[in-house]
């Protein structure tokens, strides 16, 4: 019983000690702590399922939730192994002082159930506190209605304490293998050892470049959004490789040739602190590379997701040039009793008069098209896609309608031979799918009325053809279903109606209603298959789920910026208590406090700047395959990529320099002591 | 006027936490002429090393008054201290105090850089110096590739190149083995007669003997003080060490 409070008082006063080390590593678990409470607590949160969409929310919380593990494991495996090694002499004088080994082990236990108690305490308290700002936050990005209202989800904070006992757990076991193989004089001997001046590793360097040119290449020659999924994750991969390597190699050539910069050199502010950074640049170079990754993660984060959030609305406007389209295929049976009831006028028009309470003007239309996918062959020739295929080298989308529809939509005056086609787009005599041959006649004189489908956002080529006749649409339905394939599209009755006046909740809110009305005009044979679709309500769908991802971008960069400060912080406590003696003797010789602190600065400025420099260089080229991928998933262009990129490169160089500065002065302290 | 006038200097250690204080100087009070060599003899807790760090501006009296040149040191501001170090003054360690990650040529300029000098003209400074002191060849070499010896020459170089007024030495052969401590005796004693004004503080007989002058410290005071005068080195060692024998009884005595 005596036994345990003196565990537990050596525990306290050693952990108390070493607070300046053990403090961050607390505090970094803590938020870990704090966000692993948030991921749950918005996973149990039972207003998410209620939501349509949740679906994506569920999936980037999990997303989350497994990156958010992945860091955690990480950041307690590196601060822990930087704590040990700082208190490897506390705990050899306890051996020398009499404790066996068995009670250093106690000790340590008593120390990891304190640390464990107080990290999941604070950090669920934190979590609890945050997890309302989190929810009004997230629901905000999703545009849902926020509800009032204070919770606490004990099943969150239950399994955040069992995941962080388990983490501290593995920790405490690793800390007893390690100290039980120490011999007494090893747990006491200091931990600086005299180091030589590494030699610059040229093989290394040339790894490193290839490494990174190849990311570099993958990631700037990205043209199709479905390849660049796989390539984004080897790009990544392989940058990471590089940098690891090159921030060692790179960094010992770039200090060297500071140092053959004799006016650069013979500085009393650059003196010591280049000679000190070249010694030490092999075990630095490990933690910059890391903090260079993860500030290039956060980067990515925040500025994808953000750049997908901010051109939702671009996207709309791109892809549905219409608020809502009404529309059915039309099989080729059909084709011939809808053209003669004239349904197709009958719905529009009852669609304006429903639609005439709500708005102050409509604008409505109505026709027939065909689209397909084709690919140009060598001989000029476009061939029939195959529905599989993710090659989208030399593809056309290919949207065919009437002239009888252009005429009658655009007021025109088109009259064509048969095979004879208006052409927009492929600039050919001849255009031939299939067997059939159109000569161009010309090309389209006003814009067509296209409905902006999904394969628009991938940017393939389009073409635009006005035929003679309906039967011209048969015929090339006909050419597909030549081609052999299972499912082949019908002809598509398309009625686009833009009111003006009208939120797009009203919008959303009509959709049944005017959907009725369509049905009631097409009569029994054609209301089935009918479907409305409304750009508020993709808009919806679209926030929803570029919400999600802003939100895991936020969440993942918050992460990553909490490990980054954990690194940037013991990285400065290591270089103070390595430099310590160094800044001692020349203090002895006659440097004076003033030229310590500036030499600090210069050290600190030109150790740090590297991973800024870099992760802005990665984000860079990173650039153009992110663009790529955003394709995938809304219109989004280079530019407010760029835009978004550069914001958040600045914001995050700010707090980069405000945090390298704030822990600066914890180094000067150990030096000056 | 004296070259170095210390007058009734007394420093007393007051422990943050109250407790007894701590007179580590009583009243020392003695006169350096230029180009004089100096060793301060005494046995630990003699006060020896506080009176080098006063002597070094590293620390204050907490009484009396010490004049370098004229100048007195106990009333230079704070923020000229350091620079004062730099110029006035060349220090050699026990430990020899060199950076592991300069060669020793820039472990030589670091108070020359420190002073914001041009690069040529700190070459020209270190040319004759390491010519004399016979470290030319090694200067591209690191500490740690270098004999103790060869670093204590470094040090050496490196409190000399400044050009000092005084150069103080703390054990400068305390780390050296007997073979390296009489080479650099020697060398002590050459830049000595060149004009060079020295103190040294030490516990070694050997060391002492090639003082011009050696001064005994006990309990904060100064207990006897030897010269040299026209002694030979082994009549010198007798003295300082039958001094030595005598401070000890004395000790016992009390």
């Known amino acids: ?673 | 006027m004296a070259f170095l006038e210390i007058e009734h200097i007394e420093k007393v250690y007051t422990p943050r936490l109250g407790g007894a204080k701590v007179r580590a100087l009583a009243d020392v009070s003695f006169t350096l002429e230029q180009g004089e060599f100096l060793a301060i003899m005494g046995e630990s807790g003699a006060g020896k090393t506080t009176l080098l760090n006063i002597l070094a501006a590293l620390d204050k009296p907490t009484g009396g008054s010490v004049r370098l040149c004229g100048r007195e040191m106990t009333a230079i501001p704070e923020g000229e201290l350091a620079s004062f170090r730099r110029d006035r003054l060349g220090f050699v360690f026990q430990d020899f105090n060199l950076l592991d990650t300069f060669t020793l040529e820039d472990n030589i300029y670091l108070p020359l850089v420190l002073q914001g000098r041009k690069i040529n003209d700190m070459r020209r400074m270190l040319r004759p110096i390491a010519q004399r002191l016979g470290i030319a060849e090694i200067l591209k070499k690191y500490p740690y590739e270098v004999s103790g010896g060869q670093k204590q020459r470094a040090a050496v170089a490196r409190a000399l190149i400044t050009g000092p007024q005084l150069i103080l030495a703390d054990e400068p052969t305390g780390a050296l083995d007997s073979k390296a401590s009489d080479a650099l005796l020697r060398l002590l004693g050459e830049v000595n007669e060149a004009g060079q004004t020295i103190v040294m503080v030490t516990h070694s007989v050997k060391a002492a003997s090639h003082a011009s002058r050696v001064l005994f410290l006990r309990d904060g005071r100064v207990y006897h003080q030897l010269y040299r005068g026209s002694l030979t080195g082994e009549q010198m060692f007798a003295r300082i060490s039958d001094t030595l024998t005598a401070l000890a009884g004395g000790e016992r005595d009390a």
């Open chain 1, 1 to 673: 019983m005596r036994k345990a409070a003196l565990y537990a008082r050596l525990a306290v006063r050693g952990m108390r000690s070493s607070g300046e080390i053990v403090g961050p590593f607390a505090l970094a678990m803590a938020c870990c702590a704090a966000m692993c409470y948030i991921l749950r607590f918005l996973a149990y949160n039972e207003l998410i399922p209620a939501m349509q969409g949740s679906i994506y929310v569920q999936m980037c919380l999990s997303l989350g939730a497994g990156i958010l593990a992945l860091i955690t494991v990480w950041i307690g495996l590196y601060a822990n192994a930087f704590v040990l090694r700082r208190r490897t002499k506390e705990l050899g004088l306890y051996h020398i002082l009499g404790l066996r080994k068995r009670d250093i082990a106690c000790v340590m236990a008593v120390e990891s159930a304190l640390l464990c108690a107080v990290c999941t305490a604070a950090g669920v308290a934190l979590g609890v506190l945050l997890s309302k700002a989190a929810l009004l936050g997230l629901l905000r990005l999703l545009a849902w209605n926020i509800p009032m209202g204070f919770d606490f989800s004990a099943p969150a904070a239950r399994e955040t304490a069992i995941a962080f006992a388990a983490l501290f757990a593995f920790l405490l076991v690793r800390n007893l293998f390690v100290v039980s193989r120490l011999s007494p004089v090893e747990l006491l001997r200091s931990a600086d050892k005299g180091e030589r001046e590494p030699r610059t590793r040229h093989i290394a360097a040339v790894l490193g470049v290839l490494a990174l040119g190849a990311g570099y290449y993958i990631a700037l020659t990205a043209e199709n959004p479905l390849m660049a999924i796989t390539g984004f994750f080897i790009a990544a991969g392989l940058v990471i490789i590089g940098t690891q390597l090159l921030f060692g190699a790179g960094g010992v050539a770039l200090f060297k040739a500071l140092r053959r910069s004799e006016r650069f050199y013979y500085q009393p502010k650059h003196f010591a602190a280049v000679s000190g950074m070249i010694y030490r640049m092999n075990q630095n170079a490990r933690g910059l590379a890391n903090i260079c990754i993860l500030l290039t993660s956060a980067l990515v984060c925040v500025s994808g997701t953000v750049a997908l959030y901010a051109g939702i609305d671009q996207s709309i406007r791109e892809m549905f040039p219409h608020a809502i389209t009404i529309n059915r295929y039309i099989a080729p049976d059909e084709l011939d009793a809808f053209l003669e009831t004239g349904v197709g006028g009958a719905a529009e028009r009852a669609a304006r008069d429903a639609l005439a309470g709500h708005a102050d003007d409509v604008q409505t239309q109505w026709f027939l098209s065909y689209s397909l996918a084709a690919r140009q062959a060598e001989d000029g020739s476009l061939s029939l896609m195959s529905p599989s295929t993710t090659d989208l080298n030399g593809m056309y989308e290919i949207m065919v309608m009437t002239q009888a529809d252009y005429n009658r939509l655009h007021g025109g005056s088109v009259s064509l031979m048969p095979g004879e086609a208006l052409i927009e787009g492929f600039d050919a005599e001849e255009l031939r799918i299939g067997s059939l041959t159109y000569r161009r006649a010309g090309g389209i004189p006003s814009a067509t009325t296209s409905n902006g489908t999904a394969i628009d956002t991938l940017r393939v080529s389009k073409i635009e053809m006005i035929v003679p006749d309906v039967r011209d649409l048969l015929a090339l339905r006909g050419e597909v279903e030549a081609t052999g394939r299972k499912v082949v599209t019908d002809i598509r009755f398309a009625l686009n109606l833009d009111p003006a006046g009208t939120t797009g909740g009203e919008i959303v809110a009509m959709e049944g209603e005017l959907l009725e009305a369509a049905r009631g005009a097409m009569g029994e044979r054609f209301s089935g298959g009918l479907k409305i679709t409304t750009a508020a309500s993709f808009r919806q769908y679209m926030i929803e789920l570029d919400g999600s991802f802003v939100f895991l971008g936020i969440f993942l960069a918050l992460l990553f910026s909490v490990a980054t400060v954990l690194l940037i912080y013991y990285k400065q406590i290591s270089e103070g208590y390595d430099d310590r003696e160094r800044f001692v003797i020349m203090q002895k010789v006659g440097m004076s406090a003033a030229e310590v602190r500036q030499s600090i600065r210069s050290q600190v400025l030109l150790i740090f700047f590297m991973p800024l420099v870099m992760a802005g260089i990665h984000l860079l080229a990173a650039s153009k395959i992110i663009v790529t991928l955003l394709k995938l998933l809304s219109t989004a262009d280079f530019a407010l990529f760029a835009g978004c990129a550069a914001l958040t490169l600045a914001l995050f160089g700010a707090l980069y320099v405000a945090v390298c500065m704030a822990t600066a002065r914890r180094y000067y302290r150990i030096v000056l002591r």
